[in-house]
Antibody, heavy 122, light 108 residues
Framework: QVQLVESGGGVVQTGRSLRVSCAAS????????IHWVRQAPGKGLEWLGS????????WYRESVRGRFTISRDKSKNTVSLQMNSLIGDDTAVYYC???????????????WGHGTLVTVSS | SYVLTQPPSVSAAPEKTAKITCGGD??????VHWYQQKPGQAPVLVIY???DRPSGIPERFSGSNSGNTATLTISRVEAGDEADYYC???????????FGTGTKVTVL
């Protein structure tokens, strides 16, 4: 049974950094593109970025490029989202999701984690 | 940037049909995916590649895509279908995934 679990959320001060991770059971993450999506309270879904199955290609939303970085740890079967210079607008539930196909673009997200809440407070 | 527009809300009586539209410039040339999200839960994929259903999704859910509008149709609506629904595409001109604005489906 495929399961994705995010961790690392919490309360962080404006301007500080936070790293959230996505761990998997029932599948090997390095076989799939992995995607990060966030949802601010009461708002819709917002794609943040994606990483290819082998980590060689990454795509980021324009508004977070340069502040957010996605990386893989193949040995731990995890994917992480490093977030720097956090601001209030970054307050959201952060989801990782698995791409349905091996390619990271134009694919559907067929498994999602339960999400981890990041609150940026001044 | 590419924009996907959905109606904020759609309602339907039980056993009737609910249609959720997703408007975008020449969206018919793109591949559309649809997600269902219930309160406090993660999104669930209900339609991929415009009209394919993942295993476990009832046949009552169907999708189409043509011209400037993609449509998710829920036939024989049930109380359990109450949720927010989002469309999604990959915009190759910006290398971005784009989600629609979301539609809240209410069962009357």
């Amino acid at each position: 049974q495929v399961q994705l679990v995010e961790s690392g959320g919490g309360v962080v001060q404006t301007g500080r950094s936070l790293r959230v991770s996505c761990a998997a059971s029932g599948l090997t993450l390095s076989n799939y593109g992995i995607h990060w999506v966030r949802q601010a309270p009461g708002k819709g879904l917002e794609w943040l970025g994606s990483i290819s199955f082998d980590g060689s290609n990454k795509w980021y939303r324009e508004s977070v490029r340069g502040r957010f970085t996605i990386s893989r740890d193949k040995s731990k079967n995890t994917v992480s989202l490093q977030m720097n210079s956090l601001i209030g607008d970054d307050t959201a539930v952060y989801y990782c999701a698995k791409g349905r196909d091996s390619g990271p673009v134009a694919t559907a997200f067929d498994y999602w984690g339960h999400g981890t809440l990041v609150t940026v407070s001044s | 940037s590419y924009v996907l527009t959905q109606p904020p809300s759609v309602s339907a009586a039980p056993e009737k049909t609910a249609k959720i539209t997703c408007g975008g410039d020449n969206i018919g040339t793109k591949t559309v995916h649809w997600y269902q999200q219930k309160p406090g839960q993660a999104p669930v994929l209900v339609i991929y590649y415009n009209s394919d259903r993942p295993s476990g999704i009832p046949e009552r859910f169907s999708g189409s895509n043509s011209g400037n509008t993609a449509t998710l149709t829920i036939s024989r609506v049930e109380a359990g279908d109450e949720a927010d629904y989002y469309c999604q595409v990959w915009d190759s001109s910006s290398d971005h995934y784009v989600f629609g604005t979301g539609t809240k489906v209410t069962v009357l």
